[in-house]
Nanobody, 121 residues
Framework: QVQLVESGGGLVQPGGSLRLSCAAS????????MGWYRQAPGKQRDLVAT???????NYADSVKGRFTISRDNAKNTVYLQMNSLKPEDTAVYYC???????????????WGQGTQVTVSS
């Protein structure tokens, strides 16, 4: 079992910044990719950004130039620095990680519980 715990959400004014963190723990052999997704009310869950163990990144067009994803492999932690926030960034943000578990060396694909980000004046 691999667990993900997110932190850092909250209420921020338009133009402001927030930093999300997500720490993975449990039976981890290696994490291949970590990422952030978001889901606004009444909408599907969409990709925000992902980062591989080799630090290759991928961003949704809507956040390019404003959000930065980074990763601390030693701590199994991924971060999302969000700048120039807009009301349309309001959503529940979910952390995701996929990789290989210890023991049986089977694959895992785990999700965090989500953290609310609200951008409003």
């Amino acid at each position: 079992q691999v667990q993900l715990v997110e932190s850092g959400g909250g209420l921020v004014q338009p133009g402001g910044s927030l930093r999300l963190s997500c720490a993975a723990s449990g039976s981890i052999f290696t994490i291949v990719r970590m990422g952030w997704y978001r889901q606004a009310p009444g909408k599907q869950r969409d990709l925000v950004a992902t980062i591989t163990s080799g630090s290759s990144t991928n961003y949704a067009d809507s956040v390019k130039g404003r959000f930065t994803i980074s990763r601390d492999n030693a701590k199994n932690t991924v971060y999302l620095q969000m700048n120039s926030l807009k009301p349309e960034d309001t959503a529940v943000y979910y952390c995701n990680a996929d990789g290989i578990e210890e023991g049986d060396y089977g694959p895992f694909d785990s999700w965090g519980q989500g953290t609310q980000v609200t951008v409003s004046s």
